[in-house]
Nanobody, 128 residues
């Protein structure tokens, strides 16, 4: 069974940066891993979970929500089965629990129902 584990969250002041990591394990093979989409979602208190950024593992093609374009960068280290989310110029509006999720044959890249495996999340808190 596939597992995802996030790390790297914390508390920063506005304008600061954080780098989140998502380690993927428990998949069948490297070829299977290459078919995955790994996407970061976030959920703030009282709000719905929303997609932030993701990457097609095989092609390394990234995709971003408009709210984070130019500030967040997603990347991967395939040898370590790890996806990173570099977050710069953070604002209090970025405060949320951040989750990474895995899916295959994804149509709507930020559609939560497209993803079948989720991590437990890592908290990001940005103070003004």
């Amino acid at each position: 069974q596939m597992q995802l584990e996030e790390s790297g969250g914390g508390s920063v002041q506005a304008g600061g940066s954080l780098r989140l990591s998502c380690v993927v394990s428990g998949y069948n093979s490297d070829s299977y891993y290459n078919t995955l989409y790994i996407t970061w979602f976030r959920q703030a208190p009282g709000k719905e979970r929303e997609g932030v950024a993701g990457i097609e593992i095989g092609s390394a093609l990234p995709y971003y929500a408009d709210s984070v374009k130019g500030r967040f960068t997603i990347s991967q280290d395939k040898a370590k089965n790890t996806v990173f989310l570099q977050m710069n110029s953070l604002t209090p509006e970025d405060t949320a629990m951040y989750y990474c999720a895995a899916g295959r044959y994804v149509g709507d890249r930020f559609g939560r129902s497209e993803y079948y495996s989720w991590g437990q999340g890592t908290q990001v808190t940005v103070s003004s």
